[in-house]
């Protein structure tokens, strides 16, 4: 049995356990969400009828005055009626792409740096997403799910391209993909997912991107979309990393950078100095940022790593008077980002 979710005048069937992002997102109404996870509250829209069960909302981004507002999470709520919501990032009628479930095949798996994989799944059929969007990966006999940004522009839409960073211990990561997982291999996929992607009305201006670790994956797919939609754009990208061998993509990166003038690359190492001691600078890419870049006015920032990294990212573009909303942050928390 299944109930009817309407959103500025679109209606869609739900599943009693289907979250109601889930079923707008695969219908392809668009609807504001980030983590999936219940943490970010991006999602958060008002139960204008109906009735609905939170489900696994947690207190500290849903609170009990605002369940009692009519608020709820799209993430995490299911319906127990018919339900109208209305959720001001759907309600200009925006569309996007069809959330999907494919099972993919591994194309190959790489050490690109300190354990990290660049795992490339071809798909049987072409995923219409946008850069900077992720994936979810389900892990074989365990029920959980996985989420790894898309390191992909959108032509490249047939194989995805993940970094996947070890987690000692981890179920997706030390008990499967860096264990077992080889080319041939089958996996279950849903996606895309998120919204840390280009405004519809991108403006043309300056952008900034920092990542942690793989924090660059997603960065990648921007800025090399971004460049081949305007090759003189003025584009910053910082990589924070530990160390000189957690660094990778160098090719990749040096090839843009000699392609485009007006783009940077600055590797940023926080604890250990190249083996070789070559020139390199060092501590976190957001104390960098505000030494290289007197005024961000008028700028776009993009931020994906760590939790720590991304608030410190916040906090320099403001400091340079970049605009609140011209900031944007992956809020899902990369497995390997608590470390
Ligand atoms: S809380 Fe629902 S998308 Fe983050």
Same mark, same amino acid.
């Given at each position: 049995?299944?109930?009817?979710?309407?959103?500025? +005048?679109?209606?869609?069937?739900?599943? /009693?356990?289907?979250?109601?992002?889930? &079923? %707008?997102?695969?219908?392809?109404?668009?609807?504001?969400?980030?983590?999936?996870?219940?943490?970010?509250?991006?999602?958060?829209?008002?139960?204008?009828?109906?009735?609905? !069960?939170?489900?696994?909302?947690?207190?500290?981004?849903?609170?009990? !005055?605002?369940?009692?507002?009519?608020?709820?999470?799209?993430?995490?709520?299911?319906?127990?009626?018919?339900?109208?919501? $209305?959720?001001?990032?759907?309600?200009?009628?925006?569309?996007?792409?069809?959330?999907?479930?494919?099972?993919?095949?591994?194309?190959?798996?790489? $050490?690109? &740096?300190?354990?990290?994989?660049?795992?490339?799944?071809?798909?049987? $059929?072409?995923?219409? %997403?946008?850069?900077?969007? *992720?994936?979810?990966?389900? =892990?074989?006999?365990?029920?959980?799910?996985?989420? *790894?940004?898309?390191?992909?522009?959108?032509? /490249?839409?047939?194989?995805? $391209?993940?970094?996947?960073?070890? =987690?000692?211990?981890?179920?997706?990561?030390?008990?499967?993909?860096?264990?077992?997982?080889?080319?041939?291999?089958?996996?279950?996929?849903? +996606?895309?997912?998120?919204?840390?992607?280009?405004?519809? /009305?991108?403006?043309?201006?300056?952008?900034?991107?920092?990542?942690? #670790?793989?924090?660059?994956?997603?960065?990648?797919?921007?800025?090399?979309?971004?460049?081949?939609? !305007?090759?003189?754009?003025?584009?910053?990208? *910082?990589? #924070?990393?530990?160390?000189?061998?957690?660094? *990778?993509?160098?090719?990749?990166?040096?090839?843009?950078?000699?392609?485009?003038?007006? %783009?940077?690359?600055?590797? =940023?190492?926080?604890?250990?100095?190249?083996? !070789?001691?070559?020139?390199?600078?060092?501590?976190?890419?957001?104390?960098? %940022? =505000?030494?290289?870049?007197?005024?961000?006015?008028?700028?776009?920032?993009?931020?994906?790593?760590?939790?720590?990294?991304?608030?410190?990212?916040?906090?320099?573009?403001?400091?340079?008077?970049?605009?609140?909303?011209?900031?944007?942050? /992956?809020?899902?928390?990369?497995?390997? &980002?608590?470390?």
């Amino acid at each position: 049995m299944g109930f009817t979710a309407t959103v500025g +005048g679109r209606a869609v069937p739900c599943g /009693e356990e289907q979250p109601i992002l889930d &079923a %707008f997102l695969r219908a392809g109404v668009w609807m504001p969400n980030s983590c999936n996870q219940g943490t970010c509250g991006t999602c958060k829209l008002r139960v204008v009828s109906g009735e609905v !069960d939170h489900h696994d909302s947690p207190a500290d981004t849903l609170t009990d !005055d605002e369940r009692a507002d009519g608020l709820a999470l799209a993430c995490q709520a299911r319906l127990r009626s018919d339900t109208v919501v $209305e959720s001001t990032g759907a309600a200009d009628g925006r569309t996007t792409h069809p959330l999907r479930d494919l099972v993919a095949t591994v194309l190959d798996l790489e $050490e690109i &740096a300190r354990d990290t994989l660049r795992l490339r799944l071809d798909l049987p $059929e072409p995923l219409a %997403f946008d850069p900077g969007q *992720y994936v979810e990966l389900v =892990v074989p006999g365990t029920g959980e799910r996985r989420q *790894y940004s898309l390191a992909n522009t959108a032509d /490249e839409d047939k194989a995805l $391209e993940l970094h996947v960073r070890l =987690v000692p211990s981890g179920v997706a990561t030390e008990g499967w993909i860096f264990d077992g997982l080889t080319p041939g291999d089958r996996v279950e996929i849903t +996606g895309p997912l998120g919204d840390f992607v280009l405004p519809t /009305e991108d403006d043309g201006g300056p952008m900034v991107l920092i990542g942690g #670790g793989t924090g660059l994956a997603p960065l990648l797919g921007l800025v090399r979309t971004v460049l081949a939609r !305007d090759p003189q754009r003025e584009v910053l990208l *910082y990589h #924070g990393v530990r160390g000189a061998s957690d660094l *990778y993509a160098l090719d990749l990166l040096t090839e843009l950078a000699d392609a485009h003038r007006r %783009f940077r690359f600055v590797p =940023v190492l926080s604890h250990e100095p190249p083996p !070789d001691g070559r020139e390199h600078r060092t501590g976190f890419p957001t104390t960098h %940022f =505000v030494d290289d870049v007197a005024s961000a006015r008028g700028w776009s920032g993009w931020l994906c790593g760590p939790p720590a990294m991304v608030e410190a990212g916040v906090k320099a573009f403001k400091r340079r008077r970049m605009a609140p909303r011209m900031i944007h942050r /992956e809020k899902f928390t990369p497995a390997d &980002a608590a470390s």
